[in-house]
């Protein structure tokens, strides 16, 4: 077990955002969270990576537990003069990062094989501002996996995004769930019970879990 969520309560001021969560989340596993706008799921991803508190309730993380965190690619500031290669190594620094830090040369052949791994290879050197959608969204995938986590969070991955690329998306996302937990935020709940093994449905508390994936 990497996660362990018990009776969580989370409040903004006096308004309860989230009530009584009760969630496990296993190792090497893919969870799905879907529900309405203003439902809580963000909340509860803040939460878990500890930039929100609890109200009520507790967050039990696994000893040693590394959590990598994606978020949309719309919320990232396409016009900073930075390089694809130059966002990924940012992974390295995690929290320990500090102003005019720089990457060891020791950890180039984990950027180059993370950047060939996710097909990035060949934009290496491009500006942030030149890429695809689908493109800027691996490229942040790909700094979150610098940090080798135990679990990838996912916030709206595919937001804004075709279909093809969409399924690229999640057909990556799928076979890095072998290695690693996988926690994706996502209204395409067709793409989440075709892909994840669990998908839970969060308004204000979990009204709805299910195991059954789309195979077809």
Known sequence: MEIKIRNLSVRYGTTKVLENINLDIHSKSFLGITGPNGGGKTTLLKTILGLKQPYEGEIL???????????????????FPINVTEVVSMGNFGKRMKMFA?????NECCIKKILKELNLYEVKNRHIGELSGGQLQRVLIARALCLNPDILILDEPTS??????????FDILEK??????IIVVSHEKNMLKKYADRVVCISKTIYFDTFDRITS
Request: one cysteine or more.
């Open 61 to 79: 993380k696994r000893k040693g537990l590394r959590i990598g965190y994606v978020p949309q690619h719309s919320s990232f500031d396409c016009k």
């Open 176 to 181: 890095l769930s072998i290695l690693k937990s």
């Open 160 to 169: 804004s995004l075709d279909t093809d690329t969409r399924k690229d998306i």
């Open 102 to 106: 720089f990457h060891k040369k020791s």
